[in-house]
Structures are given as structure tokens and as C-alpha cells.
T-cell receptor, first 115, second 107 residues
Framework: GAGVSQSPSNKVTEKGKDVELRCDPISGHTALYWYRQRLGQGLEFLIYFQGNSAPDKSGLPSDRFSAERTGESVSTLTIQRTQQEDSAVYLCASRQTSGGPLEQFFGPGTRLTVL | RKEVEQDPGPFNVPEGATVAFNCTYS??????FFWYRQDCRKEPKLLMS???SGNEDGRFTAQLNRASQYISLLIRDSKLSDSATYLC????????FGKGTRLHILP
């Protein structure tokens, strides 16, 4: 069956440019998460969407980062005026919140390199 | 106190040995706990859920200690293929990952 997909798989951009990363969750999963993982580091929580509730943005590192989700489907993470410290793998995960396994399923990630 | 803390390792363990990791969590209200495995340059994948009564899946055993707010993972008869980073996860809505424990199984 279809898993979580992310695009692009790799993105190289110049410092100061804006980038948009996309996540397609598993159909029927009401919760969607974005994490950042720098090289050799752990997963850093960024933002969490649950249905129509206001998202938990407590992990976004600065106002250059924003994310949107359309209903219970696609989400986009936007980074404005990228900096070199934004270079990382950005992982998206989705999960059910009732009636089945509650674990997260991850996409393959988008590897962002800011030159 | 960090929300989820793990010993980063690395743990270098000979093949066939038993190895155990602990992880502490700060939110006493958390109800959901998991262990994930992450291979180099791959996304994390679920290894096992951690239930209050503890659970076992083949060579892997997970335990939850609510009084001390830690979860554990025991790997018996370790294989070379067990080499990976093991991530401790806590949370019900906002799900937080530990930074991971690196395990190297030595031939």
C-alpha cells in the first residue's frame, strides 16, 4: 500500500532563497508531523497537525519556518530566506489517532542543502 | 530536563551478546511509548510499541517503568543486522524522539 511520500527527495538551494517541501501522508491518517534531522543528530520536532485543530507550532525554530496542511491531506513546509544552518533532512510522518495502530509512519525525507 | 533522554552510545557489542538500553521521559502523563530503529541515511521505522505490561517480540523485549519514568529495550542474541540507531519515543499528540542510541554489533 501507499506510504508517506515526500518531495523533492533532494533540494540544493542558495542562501537567502525560499524553499517549499511537500508531504503526502497515508490516506486516512489524521495526524501529521514534521521533524528536522541534522547530520549525526536526533529528530527535532517542528510542527504537528491534528485534523482541523490549530497546529502545534512549538518546535518551529524561527519565523522563517511555516507549514500548512489542507484538511487531512497534503502538507507543505516552507523555509524563507534559507540559511546554511537549515541544511538537514526534513522528515514527515503521519499516523492514525484512533481505531488502529498509533505509531508514526515516516516518509523518506527531503535532504536540503543550503550553499 | 529534556523531554526524552537516551545514552547516545555508541554501544559496541559482540555478536550473540545481550544488550540493553534505557530511556527516560519527563512527561508523566504520557501514555504512548515506542522504540524506533533508524539505519544510516534512512527514515525511522517502528521496532516495537511499549505497553504497561511490557512486551516481547522475538529477541526484543520492551519494558515501561512509570514510577521511575523510563522505558527499556533488551536485545538478546544480537545479530550484525541489529547495528543501527535506536530511538526512544514518548508522547500522545506531540510526539518527541530521543536523540538515539547507536549500536554496533561486532563480528
Amino acid at each position: 500500500g501507499a506510504g508517506v511520500s515526500q518531495s523533492p527527495s533532494n533540494k540544493v538551494t542558495e542562501k537567502g532563497k525560499d524553499v517549499e517541501l511537500r508531504c503526502d501522508p497515508i490516506s486516512g491518517h489524521t495526524a501529521l508531523y514534521w521533524y528536522r534531522q541534522r547530520l549525526g543528530q536526533g529528530l527535532e520536532f517542528l510542527i504537528y497537525f491534528q485534523g482541523n485543530s490549530a497546529p502545534d507550532k512549538s518546535g518551529l525554530p524561527s519565523d522563517r519556518f511555516s507549514a500548512e496542511r489542507t484538511g487531512e491531506s497534503v502538507s507543505t513546509l516552507t523555509i524563507q530566506r534559507t540559511q546554511q544552518e537549515d541544511s538537514a533532512v526534513y522528515l514527515c510522518a503521519s499516523r492514525q489517532t484512533s481505531g488502529g495502530p498509533l505509531e508514526q509512519f515516516f516518509g523518506p525525507g527531503t535532504r536540503l542543502t543550503v550553499l | 530536563r529534556k523531554e526524552v533522554e537516551q545514552d547516545p552510545g555508541p554501544f559496541n557489542v559482540p555478536e550473540g551478546a545481550t544488550v540493553a538500553f534505557n530511556c527516560t521521559y519527563s512527561n508523566s502523563a504520557s501514555q504512548s511509548f515506542f522504540w524506533y530503529r533508524q539505519d544510516c541515511r534512512k527514515e525511522p521505522k517502528l521496532l516495537m510499541s511499549v505497553y504497561s505490561s511490557g512486551n516481547e517480540d522475538g529477541r526484543f523485549t520492551a519494558q515501561l517503568n512509570r514510577a521511575s519514568q523510563y522505558i527499556s529495550l533488551l536485545i538478546r542474541d544480537s545479530k550484525l543486522s541489529d547495528s543501527a540507531t535506536y530511538l526512544c519515543v514518548s508522547g500522545d499528540d506531540k510526539i518527541i524522539f530521543g536523540k538515539g542510541t547507536r549500536l554496533h554489533i561486532l563480528p
